[in-house]
Structures are given as structure tokens and as C-alpha cells.
């Protein structure tokens, strides 16, 4: 959340994490519990007029931050309840009060309540958000911890030969109790807080140390491979980033040109001034960049020439268009012939027909993957399909 829309002051929002966090049902008990314990009081300490409005307030209070406008009315008016008819002003005395003092006292009780639930209502919402990321962060940190993620390794093709001339990793995680969770549902969790440093390094790690393992057993013959690992913006903007990759690559001996860095396009284009220093840093390790799900920020050919591409990556939408009537390729003909232009390698996503295939070779595209060519593997069936298919 940007630092500027939080004026809000410190202890209120102190206060409004910990009334907006408690579950409604227990909210709604505390509420009661309140009231009876404020006209208790009240009557107690010898009258309405003693104590009961600022015990009595607190509460409705409390429920106008919880519940909005609908739970400050409900409060107000069984609190006016409770310390007019119901509660004498003077109990030694026995005396009630009039009509339009507790109608007056009413009206109050009613007129705070929806002052405080309007004046509440953005920063509860505010904090509502906070604490709802905090525990989607916290989830997926838990989940590394404890070893619930996993990744999944998809071939990539040349489409002149249908050799497999590279993989790429793709992180899933496997909760305890909710069961596989789909990326989309994680990875922008992850991207919208610092989980998404970890939940990188993890997959940097992971997916080197295997295809280091693996090139000593069936890749080792083969003098060229590449493994695509997906970068967030957030992560090369970080300036240890460079010190990382060059420690995995160290620690697992891995070729640095067997690696590919991928950052989609929208989140280059949403800061890349902030991404440019990491970027020019890992390849001068001699890591390959590519541009994930290029030509959907609409801003390709402002930026190309400042980046030093290996490749680009045609989103699927695009390569669905191709078998679509009256498309004829247009879009996926457009970005190869940017590529092409800037003497980048094209790899087409999402393919998953021969009509697709034949299409994307006609128009010079370089590489594929898909559901065509194969389905995200675990290590060990990539192995076994490694085994079987012909290397690049």
C-alpha cells in the first residue's frame, strides 16, 4: 500500500487490526457481553448519569469499526435501550428518566455510532487488506518452510526439428489442507509482497540444482540446454539479486548460458528503470534474458533496444488467434517479426495443435511449448521423457 494514503494515525489503526481481525461471531458476543457489562456497571455504581455513556460508547464504538453503519445502528439503539427504560437515572433513588432525555440520549448513542463507522470505514478496509495479505505472505513463508513446494518442468522445442532444446521450471505448491493450489492463486500473492524474493530463490535453486544433476547423467552429452526460471520485477530491482544467481550457478557448477532468466513483459514496463541495474548484472554473468508474454504490454519497441534479449516468449493468446478465422496470425506475425528485427529467438506458448505448428513455422518462429509436446512434469517423469526424446 503506498505510504501516503496511510494518514490515518498509528493508534487507530492499532486498534482497528485488532476489532477488525476478530471473527464476526465473536465480535458479536463481545458486543453483548459489552453492553451487559456496561449496564451492570451502571447500575452498580448508582446510575445512568454516573458511568453508563462512556462504557456504553465504547462499545458502539468498537462495533461501528467492526460491522459499519448497520452494527453502530444495532448497538446504538439496544445500548439507548439499555440505559433508558431500562436503567432508572438514579437506582438508590428509583427515579426514571423522562421520555425525551432517553430519546435524546438515543439519538446520540445513534449519531455516534455513524459518525465513528463513516469515519472508519477506509482504514478498516485498509487494514482488512493488510491483514488478509499478511496471512497469504505468512502462508506461503510457512509453505517454503516446510518444504510444500515443489516444481514441475515443461519441454521447450525447435520447431524446424521438434528437438527439445530446453525446459522450464514452474513452481507449485501442494498444501496440507487446501491441496494443490493453483499458481494463479499464489504467485500473485506472492508478487504483491516480499514473498516473492523466496518463493524466487527457491525456484532458482531448485531448478539449477536438478538440471546440474541431470547433466551428468542424460544431458551429458549435450553441449547446449537451456532451463527458463520466471523473475519478478520485485527481484531484480533487489540489489543482492546478481549476488544470488551467481551463487547458485557457482554452487551447482551449472553453464550460466544454460540459464534463462524470464521477466514478463508488464512488469518490466511498470518500473524498469528499478530493473535495468539487475538485469545488465546477471548478464554479465553470462545469463540469457528472455520477455515473457511479449507484445501485451503494448510497449515493446520502446524498450527493446535498451535490453540486452536473447528471447522472447509469444503469449498464448496470441497463438490461439492463429487458428481463429479472419486472424491469419497477424499478431503472432508481428512480434516474431520484432524479434527478428532485433535478432531475438522466438518461443511461441500454449501450443497445443498441428495447425498452430504448421502456422508458427511458416511465419520463422524458432521454438515451442505446449500441451502438444508434452504437459509440466515432475523430475522424475522429465527424466524418464528426456531419456526418450531427441536433444537438441
Not at 23 to 41: F, I
Amino acid at each position: 500500500m503506498p505510504v501516503e494514503a496511510r494518514t490515518d494515525p498509528i493508534w487507530l489503526r492499532r486498534v482497528l487490526a485488532v476489532t477488525v481481525n476478530a471473527p464476526k461471531l465473536l465480535a458479536w458476543q463481545l458486543t453483548v457481553v459489552g453492553l451487559g457489562l456496561c449496564w451492570a456497571a451502571s447500575y452498580l455504581l448508582g446510575g445512568e448519569q454516573y458511568a453508563s455513556p462512556v462504557l456504553v460508547l465504547a462499545v458502539v464504538v468498537m462495533t461501528g469499526i467492526r460491522f459499519g453503519w448497520r452494527g453502530a445502528l444495532v448497538t446504538s439503539v439496544a445500548a439507548g435501550v439499555l440505559v433508558g427504560p431500562l436503567l432508572p437515572a438514579d437506582v438508590g433513588a428509583g427515579t426514571s428518566q423522562s421520555v425525551n432525555e432517553w430519546a435524546s440520549r438515543l439519538a446520540s448513542f445513534v449519531i455516534l455510532g455513524q459518525l465513528v463507522a463513516f469515519m472508519t470505514q477506509v482504514p478498516a478496509r485498509a487494514v482488512a487488506v493488510d491483514l488478509a495479505r499478511l496471512r497469504r505472505e505468512r502462508d506461503i513463508l510457512n509453505g517454503l518452510d516446510r518444504g510444500e513446494f515443489r516444481l514441475v518442468y515443461q519441454p521447450i522445442v525447435m520447431l524446424d526439428t521438434e528437438r527439445v532444446a530446453g525446459i522450464e521450471a514452474l513452481v507449485r505448491w501442494e498444501h496440507p489442507d487446501r491441496g494443490a493450489i493453483p499458481p494463479v492463486e499464489f504467485i500473485s500473492v506472492a508478487e504483491e509482497s516480499t514473498a516473492i524474493t523466496a518463493v524466487g530463490r527457491f525456484v532458482l535453486a531448485e531448478a539449477c540444482r536438478q538440471v546440474a544433476v541431470w547433466k551428468q547423467t542424460v544431458l551429458r552429452d549435450t553441449t547446449q540446454f537451456t532451463v527458463s526460471v520466471n523473475v519478478a520485477a520485485r527481484q531484480l530491482a533487489d540489489p543482492i539479486f546478481p549476488e544470488q544467481v551467481a551463487n547458485v550457478i557457482h554452487d551447482t557448477g551449472l553453464d550460466p548460458s544454460w540459464l534463462s532468466l524470464e521477466v514478463t513483459e508488464t512488469a518490466l514496463i511498470a518500473d524498469l528503470d528499478a530493473a535495468l541495474d539487475g538485469i545488465l548484472a546477471v548478464k554479465a554473468l553470462g545469463v540469457r534474458l528472455a520477455i515473457d508474454d511479449f507484445g501485451t504490454g503494448y510497449s515493446s519497441l520502446s524498450y527493446l533496444h535498451r535490453l540486452p534479449v536473447d528471447s522472447v516468449k509469444i503469449d498464448r493468446s496470441f497463438v490461439t488467434s492463429l487458428s481463429e478465422p479472419g486472424m491469419a496470425g497477424g499478431l503472432a506475425a508481428l512480434v516474431i517479426q520484432i524479434a527478428a528485427d532485433h535478432d531475438i529467438t522466438t518461443v511461441a506458448e500454449g501450443v497445443e495443435t498441428m495447425e498452430q505448428i504448421q502456422a508458427l513455422r511458416a511465419l520463422g518462429c524458432e521454438y515451442a511449448q505446449g500441451y502438444y509436446f508434452s504437459e509440466p512434469l515432475d523430475p522424475a517423469t522429465m527424466l524418464e521423457k528426456l531419456a526418450a526424446l531427441r536433444l537438441a
